[in-house]
């Protein structure tokens, strides 16, 4: 904990425990879901299937790249 205002110390790549706990805690569907979307960088996803709480499957995804 930090003196200052009682908040938890960042570990070394900048995360909270509560933060790597739910990390931890996203089921790898959701985890490849969000580094796609982080790859895509601009763009739309049209459709997404989910089952059970899960993403399950992107049918169409639009990249758009922003020239300005």
Not at 7 to 30: D, K, S
Request: aromatic share 6%; net charge positive; proline share 7%.
């Amino acid at each position: 904990m930090n003196e200052r205002n009682n908040a938890p110390e960042p570990r070394r790549n900048g995360a909270t425990p509560a933060i790597e706990e739910t990390e931890a805690a996203l089921h790898p569907a959701w985890r490849s879901f969000v580094r796609y979307c982080q790859q895509m960088g601009h763009g739309e996803i049209e459709r997404l299937k989910i089952q059970d709480g899960i993403p399950v499957l992107v049918e169409v995804a639009r990249q758009k790249i922003k020239f300005s």
